[in-house]
């Protein structure tokens, strides 16, 4: 299949079809179309204002699950501009991708660098639930070991005791499960303090986490369908 038709048959979403031979087909001519994918990310204010002109213009959806699998981390910049657009337009023209699949992207684009993840979950002019999705992104580092457990959960005592504003947010709940899932021992008191300041609803599962083994909640984390990078 050309580039040209590949292009054409992943910009226009049509109800119930799925581009399944253009997709096969892009991923086959890896190197060629990669060059289009980037391009198609590129001047965020201009991708957002055709996404939320064009409600079937679907190039860019496609475009950050190829350029994931592909692992390239010309992306990574590219992707936190778009989502670093401050409000909720960015999620809005996303949909389900930023609490689905943002954070998994972000760390398959990433090269195992949490800097760029790091200016979105601090960004309060950044929607919540897309900062939220850095913060899995960051775990999903630990998950394929592209990043040491100890750093990120240093990362993440950095936001509990001042990092992160300290108002009540849906951050703070995604940051509360990011830290169970890594196993929770250095920041428990933390993560008391902030139910105490009513910034999490709950720190039951903290608690319960735990209280289990920690090899064993670490190896639940490698079987999670939230923090596994994009391969297909």
Same mark, same amino acid.
């Given at each position: ?42 001047? *965020?204010?201009? !991708? @957002? /204002?055709?996404?939320?002109? =064009?409600?079937? %213009?679907? &190039?860019?959806?496609? *475009?950050?699950? !190829? @350029? /994931?699998?592909?692992?390239? =981390?010309?992306? %990574?910049? &590219? ?5 670093? !657009? ?52 960051l775990v999903c580092l630990v998950a394929h070991d ?19 504003e300290r108002e009540y947010s849906y951050v703070w ?5 990011c830290c169970c899932d890594l196993y929770p021992e ?47």
């Amino acid at each position: 299949m050309e580039l040209e038709t590949i292009l054409q048959e992943l910009t226009t979403f049509t109800v119930g079809e799925f581009p399944r031979a253009a997709l096969e087909a892009a991923i086959a001519q890896q190197e060629a179309i990669t060059p289009h994918l980037l391009e198609a990310l590129e001047d *965020a204010p201009r !991708l @957002l /204002a055709r996404m939320e002109a =064009e409600g079937d %213009y679907m &190039l860019p959806l496609y *475009a950050f699950f !190829l @350029l /994931a699998q592909f692992r390239e =981390e010309r992306a %990574y910049p &590219l992707l936190v501009n778009f989502f670093s !657009l401050p409000g909720e337009s960015p999620l809005d023209v996303t949909g389900d991708f930023v609490t689905e699949d943002l954070g998994s992207v972000l760390a398959s684009v990433s090269g195992g660098d949490m800097t760029l993840m790091r200016h979105l979950i601090e960004n309060p002019q950044v929607n919540e639930y897309i900062r939220s999705a850095a913060l899995s992104g960051l775990v999903c580092l630990v998950a394929h070991d592209l990043q040491l457990r100890d750093e990120v959960m240093a990362y993440f005592q950095h936001l509990l005791q001042g990092g992160l504003e300290r108002e009540y947010s849906y951050v703070w709940e995604g940051l509360l499960s990011c830290c169970c899932d890594l196993y929770p021992e250095e920041v428990i008191d933390d993560l008391r303090q902030a139910f105490a300041d009513d910034l999490v609803d709950d720190v039951s599962w903290a608690e319960h986490n735990l209280a289990q083994r920690k090899e064993a909640v670490l190896a639940d984390l490698q079987q999670d369908r939230h923090y596994q990078l994009i391969n297909d």
